[in-house]
């Protein structure tokens, strides 16, 4: 994934300073532990300023809606912003030259119109050292969203009260020497023909070492030597010009020898390749910006790049111009670190229930070997009563017999015999097993069946985390997860109400329930979050439990008898119920609350889903199951493709 170097950060701070002078800041928030977003009144409408401080998807950049918010409690970073920010107006904007900074000046009062200054908001797009940190008008460090201390970098400690400093100068290394970058738009062919000559000589010094001391492999690692890279114009230019990413290098090249990753050689014409350099840099001064996605294709719908000049280093890939580059960072960017905090928060999880989801698999296999020795019992009881009927005719010793078969007319059967024993003692071990058999036919099949209860829930509960879109139903989840006890010892438990006497939770009965007889005050369990709801388009309400707890509320709590409920068939997924309290309901609503049940379950990537449905009377909690594990009877099915339209 490219990443928001200077000549980007150059067009949005040309931006910013266009579209929020004298914006008003009426909120601030915290979307994702990384991120900060500034409420921005300015122009006669709402919009949110995006602060990231990702250690892959650090960016800055304008976005029209508010964003969703990971962090649901304000930390304090964010409680300082708003102490300092909320009501103070953007007097200024501005970006150290080259550098992946960029600082927000903000002033109140009547004193903001004249440009002064009360804190500075600075931003560094810095990979994992990125930061967003509040300063006070005597450059003085209030607070920052990640605090490094004097342990950490000696050189530049990020804690309060603490000077700001800006990061060190940007050096390069010529033959050992260490100087200052070239300056992008004064680069000479001399110098860059000279640093390739001093790049190539280091590079022939170190493969000669390399052929001659081979560097020895760390001890105890399992890990192969770094490849050795070929050097490229892409990465000289990286790293002797100031600012230039390995991206903008690339595009150099791609401009000046139509390769983007050529390889360094002397003889390269480093006036054409100083000429494009030249005017790439030029671009902040001239603001020629033409911001622009990189699709893989026509057809495509996701960037895989973007620049704000227009690029030639991608070849054949679609290029699909923007408006600004605030807009062209927000669409390439969109939910990218939503989605990756959410990917983070389910993973230990899904682990965890796959394993344990492997463990009921293996286990079901197992039992069904079990059982299927089960059947050799009969075989087992008629030998023992055969050899007790030939007894007479067997000698000890002998290792095998063959006897007139009674329980088949003209047959006979071959027994094995162990030499030891007697005809009556090979047929009582014989005997023996017969009983151990029977008693496990009683025994097996209730494990067998708890076993796919298990593996049911299991299977919804795996569900529930890929249907999951924020961390507070990622919660929900492992808080079932935890009730579960497959997590014992977890921090994270369910409040309870204190309870008079332990009952039997109305879930892990056999019947439905309940229904209009006496009622027992029981304590309610937490509530699984609040079910999806929905209209169908002729009026109807629909509701969708998306996990457990939500199916069991929707179904037993939230419904009448004379509902319809729907379900995917055979797969773990949400209850959906039309309210229609026994009216009728027309195809249509039919299909859209059958589509949604087929959306918000494990088959919702099929084209086409097979979906029961009757009425709520008909469905009853599964014996020994957990909350939202049903059975059903007089269902019908109609297949539809999944789908919900509000999603």
């Known amino acids: ?125 810095m990979g994992r050292l990125s930061n967003v940190i509040l300063r006070g008008e005597d450059n003085v460090i209030l607070g920052a969203i990640h605090l490094v201390s004097a342990e950490v970098n000696l050189y530049r400690a990020i804690v309060p009260h603490v000077l700001y400093r800006y990061p060190p100068p940007q050096t390069r290394t010529i033959r050992g020497e260490t100087l200052p970058r070239l300056r992008g738009d004064a680069v000479s062919a001399d110098d860059l023909s000279g640093a390739a000559r001093a790049a190539l000589a280091e590079d022939q010094a170190e493969q000669a070492t390399t052929v001659t001391a081979p560097e020895p492999r760390a001890a105890g690692r399992k890990g192969r030597r770094r490849r050795r890279e070929t050097p490229t114009v892409a990465g000289l230019l990286a790293a002797q010009i100031e600012g230039f990413s390995r991206d903008l290098g690339r595009e150099v090249a791609a401009r000046a020898l139509a390769s983007p990753d050529e390889p360094l050689a002397a003889d390269l014409p480093w006036e054409r390749i100083a000429t494009e350099a030249r005017g790439l840099a030029e671009l902040p001064e001239t603001a020629a910006w033409e911001p622009t996605l990189v699709y893989g294709d026509v057809s495509s719908e996701t960037p895989t790049a973007f620049a704000v000049y227009l690029p030639r280093q991608f070849g054949d890939a679609s290029l699909r111009a923007c408006a600004s580059a605030n807009e062209m960072l927000a669409t390439f960017y969109h939910d990218a670190e939503w989605r990756v905090a959410v990917e983070s928060a389910k993973r230990d999880l899904r682990h965890l229930l796959q394993t344990i989801r492997d463990r009921c698999a293996r286990k079901d296999e197992a039992l069904r070997g079990e059982l299927a020795a089960i059947e050799e019992a009969q075989t087992l009881r008629e030998e023992a009563d055969l050899l007790l009927a030939f007894q007479a005719e067997i000698a000890r010793g002998q290792t095998s017999v063959t006897l007139e078969n009674p329980f088949g007319e003209g047959t006979t059967r071959t027994l094995t015999l162990d030499p030891r024993f007697t005809a009556v003692e090979n047929a009582n071990r014989r005997y023996a097993r017969y009983h151990k058999l029977q008693r496990a036919t009683a025994l097996i099949p209730p494990q067998i069946e708890a076993n796919h209860v298990e593996l049911a829930r299991v299977d919804q509960l795996l569900t529930d985390l890929a249907l999951a879109e924020t961390p507070a139903e990622i919660a929900l989840v492992r808080a079932e997860v935890v009730e579960a006890g497959y997590l014992r010892g977890a921090t994270e438990k369910r409040p309870q109400k204190p309870a008079k006497t332990p009952k039997q939770p109305k879930w892990a009965k056999g019947g439905k329930g309940n229904k209009g007889g006496k009622t027992t005050q029981q304590p309610r369990r937490p509530e699984g979050g609040t079910p999806l709801r929905r209209e169908s388009s002729d009026g109807m309400a629909l509701l969708v439990g998306k996990n457990s707890r939500q199916n069991e ?88 493709a999944p789908g919900d339209p509000s999603a």
């Open 1 to 125: 994934m490219p990443a928001v170097d200077a000549l980007t950060l150059a067009a949005v701070a040309d931006e910013l300073r266009a579209e929020l002078y004298g914006a008003r800041i009426d909120d601030v928030i915290q979307p994702t532990p990384h991120a900060i977003a500034l409420q921005c009144y300015g122009g006669g409408r709402n919009r949110w300023l995006l602060a990231t401080a990702h250690p892959q998807l650090a960016r800055l950049h304008l976005i029209d809606q508010k964003p969703r918010k990971l962090v649901t409690e304000p930390p304090a970073f964010v409680m300082l912003l708003r102490k300092h920010l909320e009501g103070a107006r953007i007097v200024a904007v501005r970006q150290p030259r080259w550098e992946r900074i960029v600082e927000i000046g903000f002033g109140r009062g009547p004193s903001a119109a004249e440009g002064v200054t009360t804190a500075w908001l600075v931003v560094e797009i």
């Open 553 to 640: 509320e929707v179904t037993f709590h939230q419904a009448s008898a004379n509902d319809t409920w729907l379900h995917a068939r055979g797969v773990p997924g949400a209850h959906v119920i039309i309210r229609n309290g026994g009216r009728p309901v027309s195809e249509a609503t039919l299909r859209e609350a059958a589509a949604l049940a087929a959306y918000y379950s494990q088959s919702r990537l099929a084209a086409s889903v097979p979906v029961d449905y009757t009425e709520q009377r008909y469905v009853r909690h599964m014996k020994g199951g957990g909350p939202g594990m049903v059975i059903y009877e007089r269902e019908r099915t109609l297949h539809v």
